[in-house]
């Protein structure tokens, strides 16, 4: 056989290395291209969005082509981001406004209006010195400018104290809501009203709500018709914590907290991150849920290949259709 040039040789190698990466990394459509689930919860975007790293908090542009989400391992909290280009979907990187492992950023929220993004961070607030750790925990904003976001910036009060403030969720009024540490390692939910463009004294939701020492990173509906909180309900627990949910009744009164079931809260999983697709069609969330891979005899590679791939132990995002939270609100006033 006559031999190439290898010039030409290593020419053709690294051009057809290039084509690989380019066929691999190219997703395209909405949703990145993901057939949409139904009434069955199916991770999203595995291998893309989903790997064999953490992953949680999910946040959409109201034009659904910029997705932003929380990455995080033993020594790093950053948030992600992969966007709609001419088409395709851009390889996830790190948001440019996070990275710095000094600090920790996570629990993205855009806006209704994709004006707003809030997230929480460690990073000091204006005149305080830096601290190692969890020590500042608040609730930080950017806003949308023409070629991105703004510099993030510290929201204050009433929202923002001492205490430590994290997972912000907003209505489509602005009111935002937001756990809260409460001391004594007591975790409530709270929100602010926004009037006439400044946030009101934050109000704890009442106890139907905040039914235990321990709930955490809510996530309100756009149009405040309900609530889902991560927390574990005594008697009546699936995960070592569960999604759960609360239909306002108007007038500050909510119906008890009430277990949303098996289709997003699996045996031995953690609840962490609910959150809502742009359009209101689909529920994102998070679990540590793992593989039914046969485990009863192992294998090094197999477990090699695991330990690199989604549904490894550590936390994915998963989507179902959301038309299963109406059925669960009919059901219980069915009921009561």
């Known amino acids: 056989m006559k031999k190439l040039p290898f010039f ?21 459509g909405d949703y990145i291209g993901e057939t949409p689930p139904d009434s069955i919860a199916k991770i999203f975007a595995p291998n893309f969005i989903s790997t064999h790293l953490h ?13 932003y989400y929380t990455v995080w391992g033993r020594d790093y909290y950053a948030i992600a981001v992969t966007k709609q280009v001419n088409g395709e979907w851009t390889e996830p990187a790190i948001a440019p ?15 209704k209006d994709g004006a707003h993004f809030y997230f929480m961070s460690t990073r000091p607030p204006k005149g305080k010195e830096e601290k190692d750790g969890w020590f500042y925990q608040n609730i930080w904003v950017m806003d949308r ?18 205490a430590g403030e994290y997972f912000p969720s907003l209505t489509n009024d602005g009111t935002i809501y937001f756990t809260r540490e409460d001391g004594e390692g007591q975790q409530s939910i709270y929100r602010s009203k926004m009037i006439d463009g400044k946030y009101q004294k934050a109000e704890r939701l009442p106890e139907e709500v905040n039914a235990s020492r321990m709930q955490y990173n809510s996530m309100i509906a756009p149009d405040e018709s ?6 574990k309900l005594e008697g009546n627990t699936i995960g070592r914590t569960d999604y759960c949910i609360s239909f ?18 699996f045996p031995n999983c953690h609840a962490l991150s609910p959150s809502l697709s742009a359009d209101g069609k689909y529920f994102i ?12 005899k192992l294998d090094l590679n197999l477990l090699k290949e695991q330990a690199l791939s ?27």
């Open 97 to 111: 406004f996070s990275g710095n492992k000094k600090y920790r950023d996570l629990e993205p929220f855009i806006s």
């Open 55 to 67: 992953e949680r908090d999910f946040t959409i542009t109201p034009d659904g082509k910029e997705y």
């Open 248 to 265: 306002n009744l108007g007038k500050n009164k909510w119906t008890p907290l009430i277990n949303m079931g098996s289709k997003v809260n």
């Open 226 to 231: 309900y609530i889902i909180v991560c927390t």
């Open 310 to 336: 989604p549904q490894n132990g550590n936390l994915d995002l998963y989507w179902i259709k959301s038309d299963f939270i109406e059925d669960i609100r009919k059901d219980y006033f069915a009921n009561h």
């Open 285 to 296: 969330f998070s679990s540590n849920k793992q593989s039914d891979t046969d485990r009863t």
């Open 8 to 28: 030409i040789l290593a020419c053709l190698l690294i051009s057809a290395c290039v084509h690989n990466q380019n066929t691999k990394t190219m997703k395209s």
């Open 145 to 162: 400018i023409e070629n991105g976001w703004s510099e993030p910036y510290e929201l204050g009060e009433p929202v923002n104290s001492d």
